[in-house]
């Protein structure tokens, strides 16, 4: 017992001095820091070193996103959006009600979508892999509640949509070829 409240003491000596230094300066920290051993300057040089190598990364957040919201948060209209990913304006308000199966989505369009919105693949892919969605806003006027529209293949909306030209829709067609080998 007696030797626990010893050790409980001197934990609390050498220990005390931290719950007041927030009125400490810069440097009354760095030579604190310096009487305990440390090298400071070194250990500076390489949290700054970490930082710039941080910075440097190309994003890795995986936080869903929307690709609607995305867009419009770097500018683009929706019409802006379709022609900078190279689909369509109704391939588009699919993906982001997700309404395509993700494992029908080629690599190429996650690579597109994350290169146009400056987003991982990682965080467009789980948007699109989260569940169908009503659109944002929407409201419902209806003495029944509204259905959710079935999820479809990519290749399929692609030539379901109406509003795609001839060459882009061919261009979509023969990623088909292309699909992600977990996705067959």
């Known amino acids: 017992m007696m030797r ?3 050790k409980r003491d001197g934990f609390e000596k050498m220990t ?3 719950e007041h230094t927030e009125d400490l300066s810069l440097e009354e920290l760095r030579e604190m820091r310096r009487m305990m051993g440390h090298d400071v300057e070194r250990s500076e040089d390489e949290f700054v070193a970490l930082l710039g190598s941080l910075r440097a990364r190309p994003a890795t957040d995986a936080t869903p996103v929307g690709i609607l919201a995305a867009g419009t948060e770097s500018g683009f209209s929706l019409v802006q959006l379709a022609n900078a990913t190279e689909l369509s304006v109704t391939l588009i308000t699919k993906l982001d009600r997700r309404l395509i199966i993700f494992r029908s989505i080629p690599e190429w369009v996650l690579q597109k979508l994350s290169e ?3 987003r ?3 965080a467009v892919a789980a948007y699109l892999r989260q569940g169908a969605a009503f659109a944002t806003g929407a409201e419902y006027h209806a003495d ?3 259905t959710m529209p079935e999820q ?4 399929e909306a692609v030539l379901a949509d109406k509003t795609i030209s001839e060459p882009r829709r061919k261009f979509l067609l023969g990623l088909r070829s292309e699909l992600r080998e977990e996705n067959l």
Do not use: K, T
């Open 4 to 6: 626990e409240e010893s």
């Open 16 to 18: 005390g001095w931290m």
């Open 116 to 118: 146009v919105l400056g």
């Open 120 to 122: 991982s693949r990682e």
């Open 144 to 146: 029944e509640a509204p």
């Open 152 to 155: 479809q293949d990519f290749f």
